[in-house]
């Protein structure tokens, strides 16, 4: 008679983890360059995990609101696959880009076709994109959040003047893709929608839930709600393993060995196929823009439990 495989104790292993990580917190810095986030404390950290099964754990500040910034490219990816499907990529590439995820220097060596959709050049075209195929795109990714969470994404308005109003690194490959004629809609557009995507409040408990269909072939768990195709779901996984951590893919990789986007809100998303979605945040930035304190929570997380898909 075979011995039952005792269950794993995730809350055990998520406030491990927060206690072994808390020299880091704090450390590093905010992201500066977007007023409204200068000013978020940064000695906060939260964890949070729901598998595919509904099991759910969280420590720390899970529960704290925050921007998602960049974690937003993997929903604006998301509605486009949904509308645009293969077509999206004829104007949008998928590969690392190499430079940093604001560089103009590529865009110009390769005629204003983005490497890929996570860096701000690729998620400025997903928003060009959208903007063509949605009526009010702005309101498709507050749909995306009832299907995704049960409560509509809400747009935090400061964050969304702030980053709309100092955000010439945004209007700069905007108006350079442009010129290449790989923008269809004007560029004041694409700045708003991409601005508000990015201004989208969420916590470490809803983002790990709203993230669940990647961890289960497309598919909403709770809803079983059809999000995207199993196709898409395991596409969007390798772009946010090869490109969904600014210019420190590589180490995420090597370190994690899990698919993750992050923010320079300070949150990162982790997606185990088949099991469960993680999201860590702490506000303290490293020289990529990756969240220190999180970065080396998902770091501890997999050391523990083995999960990774390598």
């Not at 409204?36 to 906060?44: F, G």
């Not at 708003?192 to 768990?221: E, H, K």
């Not at 059809?226 to 779901?233: D, G, L, N, P, T």
């Not at 999180?294 to 050391?303: N, S």
Request: proline share 5%; glycine share 10%.
């Amino acid at each position: 008679m075979q011995s039952e495989i005792p269950k794993v104790n995730y809350q055990t292993i998520l406030q491990a983890v927060a206690h072994e990580v808390a020299p880091e917190i704090g450390g590093g810095r905010v992201a500066a360059y977007i007023p409204a986030l200068a000013r978020v404390p940064m000695h906060q950290f939260g964890m949070a995990l729901c598998t595919v099964d509904g099991e759910q754990a969280a420590v720390g500040d899970a529960a704290t609101p925050f921007s998602i910034q960049s974690v937003s490219k993997v929903l604006g990816l998301t509605l486009a696959l949904q509308k645009l499907g293969p077509t999206l990529w004829d104007r949008i590439g998928r590969e690392p880009s190499g430079n940093a995820f604001n560089s103009l220097v590529q865009l110009e060596r390769e005629e204003g076709i983005p490497r890929n959709p996570f860096i701000n050049a690729g998620a400025l075209c997903v928003a060009d994109r959208l903007l063509s195929a949605y009526p009010d795109a702005a309101a498709q990714f507050r749909a995306l959040g009832d299907k995704l969470c049960g409560t509509p994404f809400q747009i935090d308005e400061e964050v969304w003047r702030s980053e709309r109003d100092s955000g010439f690194r945004h209007a700069a490959p905007a108006h350079f893709i442009k010129s290449f004629g790989q923008i269809d809609n004007a560029v004041d557009a694409v700045l708003d929608l991409y601005c508000r995507q990015c201004a989208i409040v969420a916590d470490c408990t809803s983002l790990a839930r709203a993230f669940g269909y990647l961890a289960n072939g497309g598919m909403q768990p709770g809803t079983h709600e059809r999000i995207v195709s199993s196709e898409q779901a395991r596409r969007i996984n390798a772009l946010m393993l090869t490109c969904g951590t600014y210019d420190a893919a590589g180490e995420f990789a090597f370190k994690v060995g899990l698919p993750c986007k992050s923010g320079v809100g300070g949150a990162i998303v982790a997606v185990v196929p088949g099991k469960m979605v993680l999201c860590a945040w702490s506000p303290g930035l490293d020289d990529t823009g990756n969240s220190l304190a999180a970065r080396r929570a998902f770091e501890l997380f997999v050391t523990r439990t083995g999960l990774s898909v390598f």
